[in-house]
C-alpha cells in the first residue's frame, strides 16, 4: 500500500514500531491471529483518515497542507493525534464560504447557506454602418459602447438583492436597485419588489437585453412603454404557478427623478401562459396593460424609433409634434412556440395619448407589431423561462476553449411601427436577418443585416427612404 503526504509518514512510523519491536514480547503479549487483527484495524483506520485528508485538500488545498505542515510534531506512529489535527481543519473549513464561478464571476455563499454575494455586469460594443440611404447625412458608419454595466447582487436570508449602473449614450445612471422578498400568495408562490427593477411588459420587454435574441429589443418593447421607460422605481408583485405568472405594479419615475415636480405614475399588469408543454415543445401566451399618469413636466413622452440601429440617431421614425400629454393607455399581445432548437413569437402592441397637445388636444395612438423566429443549428438550444415567460441564458452544450465550437443560431425579424395618428407622426419598418455565435454561455458575438424603410412626412429626412444597415456586436455577460 502507498501512503501520500502526512499520513504516508503515519504509515511508515507504525510500520517502524511495528519493525523495531522485540519479537519475544509481541510473542508474549499476543498471537499471530491477533497481530493480523491489529494491522488490519490500523489499515482501515489510516484509509478513513486519507479519506478524510483528500476531502480537506480538494476544497482547500494549500492551506490544508500549510496548516498539517505548521501543526506540532505527533509522537510517531500516533494516528489520534492526525485525526485531532483533520478534525480541526474541518471545522474551520465548516466556517468558510464557498466560492462558484458557475456565472462567470465569483459568488460567495456562506457555510449555512442564509447569504450570498456576488459582482455581475455586461459589456456590449457595436459597430453599425448605414448605406442605400437617399440622403447622405443617413449613411453614417461607427462604433458604439452599447452598454457597460457593473453591479453587484445576492441574498440575505430570504431576501435577494441587486444594485447596478449602466454607461450608456455618453451618460452614467442607475438601472437595478431593488430588493425582493419571496412569500405565499393564496396558496402560490410569490415575490414583492421594492425598488427599481426592469418592468414586466411583453416577451421582449421583460427579458435582460443580453437574453434577447436580436441586438436591440423589438419594436413593440421600444415605442409602447411608460415614458419612465423599462424600469420604474416602486413596488411589483408576481404571483407563479406551473406554466404561468401573473404580476402587477405601481412605478413612479427612475433613481434620477429631478424632485421638482410629481413622478409620473404607472400601473401596470401582465400575465403569461404555457398551455402546452411536452417533448420539447413550449406554447407561450401572454397579455399586458398600463396606465399612466403624467407629471406636468414630463417630457420624452413618446420617442421615435431607431429603425436601422441603435448607433445612427439620424436614422429613425418620427414620433411627431405632439405637445403637452396628460395621460397614456397601452396594452398588447404575445404568442410563440419554441420547438426543440427552433422558435417564433409574435408581438403586437398599441399605446393610447391624450393631452392638450398644442392647443387642439390629442386623442391618438401608436401600434406597433413584430414577428421573429430563430433556428440553433448546432451546439445549443434556446433558452426560454417558463416561470417568468421571457427569455433566459441559452444552452451551450460545447464551449470554446473546452474543445467544441460554440452554439450557432440563425434568425430573422420583421417589424412596423405607426405613428400617423399624431401630428408630423411617420411610418416605418424593417427586415432583420442574422446569426448569433455563442462562443460559451457569457461571451456572444452577432451580426445583423437591417433593410429598412422609414416615411416621415416632415423634418430633415422628409419623404420615403430605404437602405441597408450592418450591425455587428461583442458581448460579455457575468
Known amino acids: 500500500m502507498k501512503y501520500k503526504g502526512n499520513l504516508g509518514r503515519l504509515a511508515a512510523a507504525c510500520a517502524l514500531a511495528l519493525g523495531s519491536a522485540q519479537p519475544g514480547a509481541w510473542a508474549q503479549s499476543m498471537s499471530t491471529a ?23 485538500e480538494r476544497r482547500e488545498p494549500a492551506a490544508a497542507a500549510e496548516d498539517l505542515a505548521a501543526a506540532p510534531a505527533r509522537p510517531a506512529g500516533s494516528d489520534t493525534a492526525l485525526a485531532r489535527r483533520i478534525d480541526d481543519l474541518e471545522k474551520r473549513q465548516a466556517g468558510q464560504p464557498e466560492v462558484s ?14 447569504w450570498s454575494f456576488r459582482p455581475r455586469g455586461r459589456i456590449q460594443l457595436d459597430a453599425s454602418s448605414t448605406s442605400g440611404s437617399r440622403f447622405d447625412d443617413r449613411n453614417l458608419s461607427g462604433t458604439e459602447g452599447r452598454s457597460v454595466r457593473l453591479g453587484v447582487e445576492g441574498r440575505y436570508g430570504r431576501a435577494e438583492y ?19 422578498v419571496p412569500h405565499t400568495l393564496l396558496g402560490q408562490e410569490a415575490e414583492l419588489t421594492v425598488g427599481q427593477r426592469l418592468n414586466d411588459r411583453g416577451m421582449e420587454g421583460s427579458s435582460g437585453s443580453p437574453q434577447v435574441p436580436f441586438q436591440e429589443r423589438n419594436v413593440v418593447a421600444a415605442v409602447t412603454q411608460p415614458v419612465r421607460g423599462y424600469f420604474g422605481l416602486g413596488l411589483t408583485e408576481r404571483v407563479f404557478g406551473d406554466g404561468w405568472h401573473v404580476s402587477a405594479s405601481a412605478t413612479g419615475d427612475g433613481l434620477g427623478s429631478s424632485g421638482a415636480d410629481d413622478d409620473s405614475l404607472v400601473w401596470a399588469v401582465r400575465a403569461h401562459w404555457n398551455p402546452y408543454r411536452s417533448g420539447g415543445l413550449v406554447a407561450h401566451l401572454g397579455g399586458w396593460g398600463f396606465y399612466e399618469h403624467l407629471a406636468q413636466d414630463a417630457s420624452g413622452v413618446v420617442g421615435s424609433f431607431p429603425v436601422g440601429s441603435h448607433f445612427n440617431d439620424q436614422l429613425r421614425i418620427s414620433a411627431g409634434d405632439y405637445g403637452r400629454l396628460d395621460r397614456t393607455v397601452g396594452y398588447g399581445l404575445e404568442a410563440g412556440a419554441i420547438a426543440g432548437p427552433a422558435w417564433a413569437f409574435a408581438e403586437w402592441g398599441r399605446r393610447e395619448i391624450e393631452g392638450p397637445g398644442t392647443g387642439a388636444g390629442i386623442d391618438a395612438g401608436i ?19 417558463t416561470r417568468t415567460g421571457t427569455w433566459s441564458r441559452p444552452d451551450v452544450r460545447a464551449a470554446v476553449g ?4 460554440g452554439a450557432w443560431e440563425l434568425r430573422a425579424r420583421y417589424e412596423s411601427v405607426d405613428y400617423a395618428e399624431l401630428p408630423g407622426g411617420g411610418r416605418g419598418h424593417a427586415a432583420t436577418a442574422g446569426v448569433n ?17 422609414a416615411d416621415n412626412p416632415a423634418g430633415t429626412y422628409a419623404g420615403a427612404d430605404d437602405g441597408y444597415t450592418y450591425n455587428t456586436r461583442l458581448q460579455l455577460v457575468f
Open 437 to 453: 455565435w455563442y462562443l460559451n454561455p457569457l461571451l456572444r458575438l452577432m451580426f445583423d443585416m437591417v433593410r429598412w424603410h
Open 402 to 405: 473546452k474543445g467544441g465550437a
Open 162 to 180: 441587486a444594485v447596478e449602473g449602466e454607461f450608456a449614450d455618453g451618460s452614467v445612471v442607475w438601472k437595478s436597485a431593488y430588493m425582493t
Open 101 to 114: 464561478f458557475s456565472k462567470g464571476a465569483p459568488q460567495f455563499t456562506s457555510s449555512d447557506g442564509e
Open 34 to 56: 491477533g497481530l493480523e487483527t491489529l494491522v488490519a484495524e490500523q489499515a482501515r483506520r489510516i484509509e478513513q483518515l486519507e479519506r478524510r485528508l483528500t476531502e480537506l
Open 367 to 385: 401600434d406597433a407589431y413584430t414577428v421573429s423566429a430563430g433556428w440553433f443549428v448546432s451546439g445549443g438550444s434556446p433558452a426560454y423561462s
